[in-house]
Nanobody, 111 residues
Framework: VQLVESGGGLVQAGGSLRLSCAAS????????MNWYRQAPGKQRELVAA???????NYADSVKGRFTISRDNAKNTVYLQMNSLQPEDTAVYYC??????WGQGTQVTVSS
Protein backbone atom coordinates (compact mmCIF):
# COMPACT_ATOMS: atom_id res chain seq x y z
CA VAL A 1 0.00 0.00 0.00
CA GLN A 2 1.29 3.43 -0.92
CA LEU A 3 -0.29 6.80 -0.22
CA VAL A 4 1.27 9.86 -1.86
CA GLU A 5 0.13 13.32 -0.82
CA SER A 6 0.57 16.47 -2.85
CA GLY A 7 -0.81 19.98 -3.08
CA GLY A 8 0.61 21.59 0.01
CA GLY A 9 2.30 24.96 -0.02
CA LEU A 10 2.37 28.49 1.31
CA VAL A 11 -0.84 30.50 1.20
CA GLN A 12 -2.09 33.71 2.78
CA ALA A 13 -4.85 33.68 5.36
CA GLY A 14 -8.22 33.40 3.67
CA GLY A 15 -6.79 31.46 0.76
CA SER A 16 -7.44 27.93 -0.46
CA LEU A 17 -5.52 24.77 -1.22
CA ARG A 18 -6.51 21.34 -2.45
CA LEU A 19 -4.56 18.37 -1.19
CA SER A 20 -4.47 15.09 -3.08
CA CYS A 21 -3.76 11.58 -1.84
CA ALA A 22 -3.03 9.13 -4.64
CA ALA A 23 -3.44 5.55 -3.45
CA SER A 24 -1.96 2.35 -4.80
CA UNK A 25 -2.31 -1.15 -3.43
CA UNK A 26 -5.79 -0.39 -2.14
CA UNK A 27 -9.06 0.82 -3.62
CA UNK A 28 -10.18 4.04 -1.96
CA UNK A 29 -13.88 3.35 -2.41
CA UNK A 30 -13.48 0.11 -0.44
CA UNK A 31 -11.69 1.73 2.49
CA UNK A 32 -12.36 4.52 4.92
CA MET A 33 -9.87 7.26 4.12
CA ASN A 34 -8.66 9.93 6.50
CA TRP A 35 -6.74 13.19 6.55
CA TYR A 36 -4.73 14.00 9.66
CA ARG A 37 -2.53 16.95 10.45
CA GLN A 38 0.28 17.62 12.88
CA ALA A 39 1.41 21.08 13.84
CA PRO A 40 4.81 21.70 15.49
CA GLY A 41 4.75 20.67 19.13
CA LYS A 42 1.24 19.23 18.87
CA GLN A 43 -0.24 15.78 18.57
CA ARG A 44 -1.46 14.47 15.26
CA GLU A 45 -5.19 15.11 14.91
CA LEU A 46 -7.92 13.78 12.64
CA VAL A 47 -9.14 16.48 10.29
CA ALA A 48 -11.55 14.70 7.97
CA ALA A 49 -12.71 11.22 7.06
CA UNK A 50 -14.78 9.59 4.36
CA UNK A 51 -16.30 6.14 4.81
CA UNK A 52 -16.92 3.47 2.21
CA UNK A 53 -20.53 4.64 1.98
CA UNK A 54 -19.40 8.20 1.34
CA UNK A 55 -20.31 9.59 4.73
CA UNK A 56 -17.97 12.35 5.82
CA ASN A 57 -16.84 13.58 9.22
CA TYR A 58 -14.84 16.65 10.17
CA ALA A 59 -13.04 18.08 13.14
CA ASP A 60 -15.00 20.95 14.65
CA SER A 61 -12.16 23.32 13.83
CA VAL A 62 -12.52 22.77 10.06
CA LYS A 63 -16.27 22.22 9.64
CA GLY A 64 -17.67 24.45 6.93
CA ARG A 65 -14.20 25.21 5.55
CA PHE A 66 -12.74 21.83 4.53
CA THR A 67 -14.27 19.19 2.26
CA ILE A 68 -13.07 15.62 1.82
CA SER A 69 -13.93 13.81 -1.40
CA ARG A 70 -12.69 11.00 -3.60
CA ASP A 71 -12.32 10.23 -7.28
CA ASN A 72 -12.84 6.52 -7.72
CA ALA A 73 -11.53 6.50 -11.28
CA LYS A 74 -8.27 8.11 -10.17
CA ASN A 75 -8.20 6.18 -6.88
CA THR A 76 -7.46 9.49 -5.18
CA VAL A 77 -8.78 11.27 -2.13
CA TYR A 78 -8.86 15.05 -1.87
CA LEU A 79 -9.05 17.65 0.86
CA GLN A 80 -10.34 21.00 -0.32
CA MET A 81 -9.34 23.63 2.21
CA ASN A 82 -10.95 27.07 2.08
CA SER A 83 -10.72 30.12 4.31
CA LEU A 84 -7.37 28.93 5.59
CA GLN A 85 -6.07 30.40 8.83
CA PRO A 86 -2.59 30.45 10.38
CA GLU A 87 -3.73 27.81 12.87
CA ASP A 88 -4.21 25.42 9.95
CA THR A 89 -0.45 25.38 9.44
CA ALA A 90 0.69 21.77 9.77
CA VAL A 91 1.93 18.73 7.94
CA TYR A 92 -1.10 16.96 6.46
CA TYR A 93 -1.14 13.19 6.18
CA CYS A 94 -3.33 10.74 4.31
CA UNK A 95 -4.22 7.58 6.22
CA UNK A 96 -6.20 4.37 5.89
CA UNK A 97 -6.72 1.22 7.95
CA UNK A 98 -4.99 2.90 10.91
CA UNK A 99 -1.73 1.52 9.59
CA UNK A 100 -0.91 3.10 6.27
CA TRP A 101 0.35 6.67 6.10
CA GLY A 102 1.62 8.93 3.39
CA GLN A 103 4.80 10.95 3.73
CA GLY A 104 2.88 14.15 4.45
CA THR A 105 2.60 17.51 2.73
CA GLN A 106 3.37 20.83 4.39
CA VAL A 107 0.69 23.50 4.55
CA THR A 108 1.77 26.93 5.75
CA VAL A 109 -0.72 29.76 6.16
CA SER A 110 0.69 33.24 6.64
CA SER A 111 -1.19 35.98 8.45
Amino acid sequence: VQLVESGGGLVQAGGSLRLSCAASGITVILNSMNWYRQAPGKQRELVAAITTSGRTNYADSVKGRFTISRDNAKNTVYLQMNSLQPEDTAVYYCNTRATYWGQGTQVTVSS
